[in-house]
C-alpha cells in the first residue's frame, strides 16, 4: 500500500527543493523527520508538511502503521513562473522570473517495500547495455571466423594448382671503379730578377757642437735699489719744486 501527498506551486525553485528531497529518499519516516528538522535550507520546513500530510493520509485512509512507513518518492517539479519586470538605465527593462514548484511525496509500508526492493534486486540482475553490446559483438565475431576460413582455404587450393615457377637470379657484373685522373699542377718558374746594385755612401759624423750653458738669474737674486737713496733722491725733488715756486709768489704778490 502507498499513500501520496501534494504541494502546488510553491514560491521556491524546483532546483533548490530538490535538494533538501534527496536526503529524505529511501529513509524511515522517523529519519526523515529528524533530517529536515536539523536542515537550514527554506524548503525543509514546507517538505515537512507535506510528509506530514502524507503520512496522514497512509494512516487515515488506508490504516497503515505511521512506524512501517517509508518515503519512496520525494520529488519537486517546475510549476508556472511569475514574470516581473526591473527598469533600467535608457528605457529598457530587465525581466525578473520568479519559480514556483510542485513537492510530491509518496509513502509505502513494509510490504509495499520489500516489493520495491525486489523490484531493484531485479533491475540490478538485468545486463548492462555495454555488456549485451560486448556479447553481441563476440558473437558477430565468431560468425565472420567461418568466412575468412572460406577464403584461406581457397587461396591455399589455387596456390597449389598453380605450376611452381623457381626463379632464376641473375648475378649481375660488379661495375668498374672509375680511376680518378691525378692531375699534376704546373707550376710557373719565375724567373728571379737582377737587383740593381746599390752602394754604400759613407756619412762623415760631425763633431757635436759645445752646449752654452745659460744662466738663469732669479727675480730674487736681483739687486734692490736702498731705501735710504730712493729717500734722498725724493728729498732733492720736493726742494727743487719749493724753489721753483718761489718766484712765482713774488710776482704775485
Keep these: 500500500m502507498q499513500a501520496k501527498a501534494k504541494a502546488k506551486t510553491i514560491r521556491i525553485s524546483n532546483r533548490k527543493a530538490n535538494e533538501v528531497l534527496r536526503l529524505i ?3 524511515k519516516i522517523e529519519e526523515a523527520f529528524a533530517i529536515l528538522d536539523l536542515s537550514t535550507r527554506k524548503a525543509a520546513p514546507i517538505a515537512k508538511k507535506v510528509l506530514k500530510s502524507a503520512v496522514a493520509n497512509a494512516t487515515e485512509n488506508h490504516g497503515m502503521m505511521a512506524e512501517d512507513l517509508v518515503v519512496t518518492e520525494a520529488l519537486a517539479t517546475e510549476g508556472p513562473t511569475i514574470k516581473r519586470y526591473k527598469s533600467r538605465a535608457k528605457g529598457r527593462a530587465d525581466r525578473i522570473s520568479k519559480r ?3 513537492i510530491n511525496i509518496t509513502v509505502v509500508d513494509d510490504y509495499g517495500k520489500n516489493k520495491l526492493d525486489a523490484a531493484k534486486a531485479a533491475q540490478a540482475s538485468k545486463p548492462k ?3 549485451v553490446k ?4 563476440k558473437d558477430v565475431k565468431e560468425t565472420v571466423k567461418p568466412v575468412t576460413e572460406k577464403k584461406e582455404t581457397k587461396a591455399k587450393v589455387e596456390k597449389e594448382s598453380k605450376p611452381e615457377v623457381k626463379e632464376t637470379k641473375v648475378e649481375e657484373k660488379p661495375k668498374p671503379k672509375k680511376q680518378k685522373a691525378k692531375v699534376e699542377k704546373e707550376t710557373p718558374v719565375v724567373e728571379k730578377e737582377a737587383k740593381p746594385e746599390v752602394k754604400e755612401t759613407k756619412v762623415e759624423e760631425k763633431a757635436p757642437e759645445p752646449v ?3 744662466k738663469i738669474i ?3 737674486e736681483k739687486e734692490e735699489p736702498k731705501v735710504e737713496e730712493v729717500k ?3 728729498v732733492e725733488k720736493v726742494i727743487e719744486e719749493v724753489k721753483e715756486d718761489e718766484p712765482k709768489k713774488e710776482e704775485g704778490n
Excluded at 560486448?134 to 559483438?137: A, D, F, G, H, L
Design 212 to 214: 752654452v750653458e745659460e
Design 134 to 137: 560486448k556479447e553481441e559483438s
Design 218 to 220: 732669479d727675480p730674487v
Design 100 to 102: 514556483t514548484a510542485h
Design 25 to 27: 529518499r529511501y529513509k
Design 232 to 234: 734722498e733722491e725724493k
Design 129 to 131: 547495455k555495454e555488456e
